[in-house]
């Protein structure tokens, strides 16, 4: 499918794009989000304690574990009293252990690791919201959503070296911009419709290196969907040292400049 979407109320697009982009950085603000990150450790095979931590804790090619040695800590809104093991998917949501103020997150990226998410992080205290293009109809493109036969599981690279994250791709969108078809894989999102990783021309220069995001709406049933990159959204990455964000798939990287969306973070200039 060809094109821009035509006859947009200039202000009001503009109007809802402002009232997303504030929904967004009060989102990126939450006292235990990704900003409040202030460390990232890899669990070893033989259990061991961490600054600042209670216990020990260590992972076996299953699963984690902690043991709270009598220290004060609570998960599922429970005190911890005995040893927790921690079996959770590749690549999939981590679990949480709060502990005096704080919230240690065990995830399995390969192999487990813990962050710590402090409210009192400096980058969160300093969080001056994030910059971004002007919006602009012009970069909201009608396309078409392709199913695959079968999902098909997809491995990426990490912004870790050596690390590998694996996503299931249910099809690909399909999109044109100045008379040449493009070609997205598509993942599927964490709340319905899809989640499109991509590089472009803006990469690296005014937007962040790695990667950015777009969320993309459930197609409609003639198989339209809506691709807004004004709403192109940084990874945790881009904001902040203790992430393991995925890098796109092989051929998601645009060969034009998409100036829409969010750019690189202020914490990264």
Not at 170 to 194: I, K
Not at 249 to 265: D, I, Q, S, Y
Request: charged fraction near 25%; glycine fraction near 10%.
């Amino acid at each position: 499918m060809t094109g821009v979407l035509d006859e947009v109320d200039q202000d009001g697009f503009v109007a809802a794009w402002q009232e997303w982009k504030r929904v967004r950085e009060r989102s990126l603000a939450e006292p235990y989000g990704w900003l409040a990150l202030v460390s990232l450790d890899w669990l070893e095979n033989e259990p061991r304690s961490y600054p600042g931590l209670p216990g020990q804790w260590w992972q076996d090619a299953d699963a984690a574990y902690f043991d709270p040695k009598g220290g004060q800590a609570e998960h599922d809104g429970r005190p911890v009293t005995e040893r927790l093991r921690f079996e959770l998917v590749n690549s999939g949501a981590g679990t949480r252990v709060v502990v005096d103020g704080i919230e240690v997150e065990v995830a399995r990226r390969g192999g487990y690791l813990i962050r710590v998410h402090d409210p009192k992080a400096p980058v969160l205290r300093d969080f001056k919201g994030v910059p971004a293009y002007e919006p602009s109809p012009e970069w909201v493109f009608k396309g078409t959503y392709e199913a695959f036969d079968e999902p098909r599981p997809t491995t990426v690279g990490a912004v870790v070296e050596g690390l590998s994250h694996v996503y299931t791709a249910p099809g690909v969108v399909r999109f044109t911009h100045e008379g040449r078809e493009h070609t997205l894989t598509a993942f599927n999102g964490s709340n319905g419709g899809f989640s499109i990783l991509f590089t472009d021309g803006t990469s690296g220069v005014t937007t962040y290196a790695a990667n950015r995001a777009l969320a993309v709406a459930d197609p409609a049933p003639d198989g339209t969907v809506v691709l807004d990159f004004t709403r192109a959204t940084n990874l945790p990455c881009a904001f902040t040292d203790y992430a393991t964000c995925p890098l796109p798939p092989e051929g998601n990287r645009l060969p034009f400049a998409v100036e829409a969306g969010e750019k690189t973070p202020y914490e990264r200039g």
